[in-house]
């Protein structure tokens, strides 16, 4: 797919899209989304500055894989939807990763027009696609596999919790998620603040999910209200994904059995390589 009319030459010589943001007296007087998105002229400004590279750099940067020239192809060709859909075949999470993704050091910091002029805003497209479905009421939901028969429980709503049971459901597995309070998101939700991340925004994403077809269970603290031992050998689930940095916290008596499995060697998100 290639939308863009200009020569790499032309491309180069486009400016950074700026991040339009809150007038600053207005903003320190409440705690709304700081950061504003791009218009509609400035996402198609910024998307044209892609030299659509042969070997993507860029997805190479991406933890996930997801298909960023080609994305951005659709930014250029004017389908937002298309866009974003592109996106959630690889990331389920578009609008939270557009806004709080290190792209910095990942996606865009290894953009190959970065090397000498300032890199494609990978994340600030990222976030207007997302917002752009969000505001037009159609949801690119991935495809789901057939069923597979089988079960995984995911201990832990945070960004770890919720990017697996997005994969997982799309593979055809059923996949319950359970969280120890009484909101889904975890540190999305619990950890970064209304003007960086707005709550709407993960409510938005995780209902989402729940189109997709994962369960969240809330208020269950699994050694405590539940054990592994009863997720798997009396509830009938084939795995467990411990995906909670809470686990090896000391002395809460709620992680006491998860921390036991990880000391006997079980595999903890925390741990995981990105």
Same mark, same amino acid.
Request: contains cysteine; glycine residues 10%; charged residues 25%.
């Given at each position: 797919?290639?939308?863009?009319?200009?020569?790499?030459?032309?491309?180069?010589?486009?400016?950074?899209?700026?991040?339009?943001?809150? =007038?600053?007296?207005?903003?320190?007087?409440?705690? =709304?989304?700081?950061?504003?998105?791009?218009?509609?002229?400035?996402?198609?400004?910024?998307?044209?500055?892609?030299?659509?590279?042969?070997?993507?750099?860029?997805?190479?940067?991406?933890?996930?894989?997801?298909?960023?020239?080609?994305?951005?192809?659709?930014?250029?060709?004017?389908?937002?939807?298309?866009?974003?859909?592109?996106?959630?075949?690889?990331?389920?999470?578009?609008?939270?990763?557009?806004?709080?993704?290190?792209?910095?050091?990942?996606?865009?910091?290894?953009?190959?027009?970065?090397?000498?002029?300032?890199?494609?805003?990978?994340?600030?497209?990222?976030?207007?696609?997302?917002?752009?479905?969000?505001?037009?009421?159609?949801?690119?939901?991935?495809?789901?596999?057939?069923?597979?028969?089988?079960?995984?429980?995911?201990?832990?709503?945070?960004?770890?919790?919720?990017?697996?049971?997005?994969?997982?459901?799309?593979?055809?597995?059923?996949?319950?998620?359970?969280?120890?309070?009484?909101?889904?998101?975890?540190?999305?939700? @619990?950890?970064?603040?209304?003007?960086?991340?707005? &709550?709407?925004?993960?409510?938005?994403?995780?209902?989402?999910?729940?189109?997709?077809?994962?369960?969240?269970?809330?208020?269950?603290?699994?050694?405590?209200?539940?054990?592994?031992?009863?997720?798997?050998?009396?509830?009938? @689930?084939?795995?467990?994904?411990?995906?909670?940095?809470?686990?090896?916290?000391?002395?809460? &008596?709620?992680?006491?059995?998860?921390?036991? @499995?990880?000391?006997?060697?079980?595999?903890?998100?925390?741990?995981?390589?990105?």
């Amino acid at each position: 797919m290639n939308a863009n009319p200009l020569p790499p030459g032309r491309r180069t010589r486009i400016p950074r899209q700026g991040m339009p943001e809150q =007038d600053a007296e207005a903003r320190r007087r409440n705690f =709304d989304e700081v950061n504003r998105g791009l218009t509609v002229l400035g996402a198609s400004t910024e998307a044209m500055r892609c030299l659509e590279c042969a070997r993507p750099a860029c997805v190479s940067g991406c933890p996930i894989g997801v298909k960023i020239r080609d994305f951005i192809a659709l930014v250029t060709a004017g389908d937002y939807l298309g866009a974003a859909a592109r996106i959630r075949e690889d990331n389920v999470l578009p609008a939270i990763t557009g806004r709080v993704c290190p792209q910095e050091a990942q996606c865009e910091g290894c953009c190959i027009l970065g090397k000498k002029f300032e890199p494609v805003g990978i994340g600030h497209l990222e976030r207007f696609v997302a917002d752009y479905e969000r505001e037009h009421g159609t949801l690119g939901l991935p495809e789901i596999a057939p069923p597979t028969g089988r079960k995984v429980a995911i201990i832990g709503s945070g960004p770890a919790g919720l990017s697996a049971s997005g994969d997982l459901v799309r593979w055809g597995h059923a996949v319950t998620v359970f969280e120890a309070l009484h909101e889904v998101g975890g540190v999305l939700a @619990y950890g970064i603040p209304e003007f960086r991340l707005p &709550k709407e925004i993960v409510r938005h994403e995780v209902d989402a999910l729940r189109r997709m077809g994962v369960d969240f269970q809330t208020n269950v603290v699994v050694g405590k209200t539940m054990t592994i031992d009863e997720l798997m050998n009396e509830e009938g @689930y084939d795995a467990v994904l411990i995906a909670t940095i809470l686990a090896m916290a000391a002395g809460r &008596k709620a992680s006491r059995s998860i921390g036991a @499995y990880l000391e006997s060697g079980a595999w903890d998100t925390a741990d995981a390589p990105v």
